[in-house]
């Protein structure tokens, strides 16, 4: 099956330093990526839809700049928290769609985020 | 947007017996997938089930099955023959099949199976 992977896994970082989380699908091209937010016991929240080579969609609500994404490839999407503070702190979850088909999205096993 | 209702925070059921979630969900379109994904307590989500809305027979995947009543946008979950690996988080999400391709969750139900 499918495989997608996410780096780093678990990070900590201080209050104002910016953090890159990758998501990379692994065997298959991902003409789009998406990036959720969940907090503890919550649901997946959409933050936005990244497509290869343009800029990404944000969710109403998401800051774009806080929040920067790039989608560079077509195994590769890059979540950039900037200026990161300990209201960030969250799991993050990336997904890929390989087509249109009906369920053709996978998803990576998540980054936990925790600023201090 | 579409929005995904799951009205059961929490359900548990004893080893070996059978357990079925709610899901409903609302929207105006005609063509869409639905999805059940669980979520273990290593956060990965992983695929349950899924469900064309064009299709009128119901989903099974072994001891997983749905109900999915289209004109009442009912979309159970029903687990037979439960296992203490079943114990998750499990999420109901809604896909269209025109516009966009991002999943819509629901709020989730966590599944506890009792030994």
């Known amino acids: 099956g499918a495989v997608v992977s996410q780096h780093p896994s678990w990070v900590i970082c201080k209050s104002g330093t910016s953090v890159k989380i990758e998501c990379r699908s692994l065997?298959?091209?991902?003409?789009?990526m998406f990036w959720y937010r969940q907090f503890p016991k919550q649901s997946l929240m959409l933050m936005a839809t990244?497509?290869?080579?343009?800029?990404?969609?944000?969710e109403q609500g998401v800051e774009k700049d806080k929040f920067l994404i790039n989608h560079a490839s077509l195994t590769l999407s890059t979540l950039t928290v900037t200026s990161a503070h300990p209201e960030d702190s969250s799991f993050y979850i990336c997904?890929?769609?390989?087509?249109?088909?009906?369920?053709?999205?996978?998803f990576g096993p998540g980054t936990r985020l925790t600023v201090l | 947007a579409q929005t995904v209702t799951q009205s059961q925070p929490e359900m548990s059921v004893q080893e070996a017996e059978t357990v079925t979630l709610s899901c409903t969900y609302d929207?105006?379109?005609?063509?869409?997938?639905l999805f059940w994904y669980k979520q273990p307590p290593s956060r990965q989500m992983i695929l349950v089930i899924r469900?064309?809305?064009?299709?009128?027979q119901n989903a099974t995947e072994n001891r997983f099955s749905v109900n999915f009543q289209k004109a009442a946008k009912s979309f159970s979950l029903k687990i037979s023959d439960s296992q203490l690996g079943d114990a998750a988080m499990y999420f109901c999400?809604?896909?269209?099949?025109?516009?966009?391709?991002?999943?819509?969750f629901g709020t989730g139900t966590s599944l506890t199976v009792i030994p």
């Open positions: 997904s890929a769609d390989r087509g249109r088909a009906v369920n053709e999205q996978f």
């Open positions: 065997d298959f091209q991902a003409t789009t």
């Open positions: 990244s497509n290869e080579g343009s800029k990404a969609t944000y």
């Open positions: 929207t105006s379109e005609s063509d869409y997938y």
């Open positions: 469900q064309e809305a064009y299709k009128q």
């Open positions: 999400a809604y896909r269209s099949a025109n516009t966009g391709n991002q999943f819509y």
